[in-house]
Nanobody, 123 residues
């Protein structure tokens, strides 16, 4: 069964970088697409990036394109989100999630979610 655990969040200055990790401790997501979403208080979860099961296809939200990179290592049951050139607007709780269909951006189509990791970018 998929059980997702995010890590790597923290406090960083504007312009800095962080790498988030999403580990499936249930070791079940090798054939699943994985997405990253983020959420700020009082708002819905926004799509950030997604990757298909073998890493051959990726898709990014416009506001992170060119700054964030999603990748995966199925041997380690892990998906990464490398975030560069961070700005205060990137401050949010970041979640990873899985689904079986492929490259999708709608949070409602994702089945399993982690608990999230806080990213705070100071100006």
């Amino acid at each position: 069964q998929v059980q997702l655990v995010e890590s790597g969040g923290g406090l960083v200055q504007a312009g800095g970088s962080l790498r988030l990790s999403c580990v499936d401790v249930g070791r079940a997501f090798s054939y699943l697409a994985v997405g990253w979403f983020r959420q700020t208080p009082g708002k819905e979860r926004d799509f950030v990036a997604t990757i298909n099961w073998d890493g051959a296809s990726t898709y990014y939200a416009d506001h992170v394109k060119g700054r964030f990179t999603i990748s995966r290592d199925n041997a380690k049951n892990t998906v990464y989100l490398q975030m560069n050139d961070l700005s205060p607007e990137d401050t949010a709780v970041y979640f990873c999630a899985t689904q079986r269909e492929g490259i999708l951006t709608d949070a409602s189509t994702y089945d399993h979610w982690g608990q999230g990791t806080q990213v705070t970018v100071s100006s």
